[in-house]
C-alpha cells in the first residue's frame, strides 16, 4: 500500500501552522532565505561568518520578500564530515541572537538534526521551526523533543547521512518509497503529539539526477498527506550538472526548477536568491488567478 492510514488523519489540507503566536498561512508559497553560517557550504560556505556581512545579507532577503530565515551551522552537502554540538552551537548562537534584536518580527528556523540544538535555541530566543534534513533518523530523540517543544518541524528526507547520501543511491520507485516513508515518520510526530508538520522530499539528499528530476515530475503525489511541502532546489547539482555549468552560474536554472516545483503543489521555495524566488511567486500567483477566472 501507498499511503498509510497515518497520511489520512489529514483530511482537509493544512494551509497554517503556529510559530508561537504568530499564524503562518501558505495560501501564497512562501520564500525561505537560506543563511548559512558555516565554512564549508557548497555555495556560500564562509560568506556570513562576520556580523556585518551576515545582517547586510539578511537586511536584503528581507527586503526583497522572505517570509522565513533558516539558519545552518553545519554544512550538510555531499561528502560533508560532522561537527561537533559545541561547535554548531558556538556557529548558530552569535547568529540567531542578532538576527532576532536586528529582525524581531521575521520568523527563524533552523537546520539542525540534533535535538538538543533546538532546545538551546528555543531556549535562547524563543519558538522556531526545525529544519531536520534527516527526518529524525539522526537523532532518536528529535520527535519526542518537537512534540514537547510545541514547535513546527519540517520532516526531509534522506537515504543515508550526508558524508554517504550520494554514494550510488537506489530505488525501486523513488515517489513510492519517499511516500512510505513520509507515512511512517508523519505517524511518529503525530504520536508524540506535533501538529505542525512541513514534509521535504529531500532533492540531493541520497538521490541521483534522474531520482531529483522524476521527484520534480511528479511533486504533486505528496498532496495525498494534506500538508505543506517545502523544495531546496537552490543551485544543486541537480540543475548544474544538467546544465553543465556551476553552482555560481545557476541561478536561471534554479529559478526555472522552483517554478515547476509551484505548478507542482510547492509551499515554500528554500533559496539562496530570495529576489528571483519571489517574483518567480507572484508570476505563479497570477497564472493561478487568471485560471480561476
Not at 14 to 42: C, H, Q, R, W, Y
Not at 86 to 103: D, T, Y
Not at 219 to 248: C, H, T, Y
Amino acid at each position: 500500500m501507498l499511503i498509510s492510514q497515518s497520511a489520512g488523519k489529514f483530511q482537509k489540507r493544512k494551509n497554517k501552522i503556529n510559530l508561537g503566536e504568530v499564524e503562518m498561512d501558505f495560501a501564497i508559497p512562501m520564500v525561505m532565505g537560506i543563511v548559512n553560517v558555516t565554512p564549508d557550504s557548497f555555495y556560500d560556505g564562509g560568506k556570513m561568518e562576520d556580523e556585518k556581512v551576515l545582517l547586510s545579507s539578511v537586511e536584503q532577503m528581507v527586503k526583497y520578500g522572505a517570509s522565513i530565515l533558516d539558519i545552518g551551522g553545519i554544512s550538510t552537502k555531499p561528502g560533508a564530515l560532522m561537527v561537533s554540538t559545541k561547535i554548531e552551537l558556538e556557529r548558530l548562537l552569535p547568529a540567531v541572537h542578532s538576527i532576532r534584536k536586528n529582525f524581531p518580527d521575521i520568523p527563524i528556523s533552523i537546520d539542525t538534526f540534533r535535538s538538543w540544538v533546538a532546545v538551546r535555541i528555543i531556549d535562547e530566543i524563543g519558538p522556531i521551526i526545525v529544519n531536520d534534513i534527516s527526518g529524525g533518523t539522526l537523532d532518536s530523540k528529535m520527535f519526542e523533543t518537537i512534540g514537547k517543544l510545541k514547535v513546527p518541524y519540517i520532516l526531509s528526507h534522506i537515504q543515508g547521512t550526508p558524508a554517504s547520501m550520494q554514494d550510488n543511491p537506489q530505488y525501486n520507485d523513488v515517489i513510492r518509497e519517499i511516500s512510505n516513508y513520509f507515512s511512517d515518520r508523519v505517524k511518529k510526530l503525530t504520536k508524540f503529539g506535533v501538529e505542525d508538520i512541513i514534509i521535504d522530499p529531500g532533492f540531493g539528499f541520497g538521490k541521483n539526477l534522474d531520482h531529483n528530476y522524476d521527484l520534480l515530475n511528479r511533486l504533486d503525489a505528496f498532496k495525498v498527506f494534506q500538508l505543506p511541502v517545502m523544495v531546496g532546489l537552490s543551485r544543486k547539482s541537480m540543475i548544474w550538472k544538467a546544465l553543465d555549468n556551476s553552482p555560481e552560474e545557476a541561478l536561471n536554472g534554479t529559478t526555472v526548477t522552483n517554478t515547476l516545483a509551484l505548478m507542482g503543489g510547492a509551499d515554500i521555495l528554500r533559496v539562496h536568491d530570495v529576489k528571483e524566488a519571489v517574483e518567480a511567486v507572484k508570476i505563479f500567483c497570477e497564472l493561478k488567478a487568471t485560471v480561476k477566472k
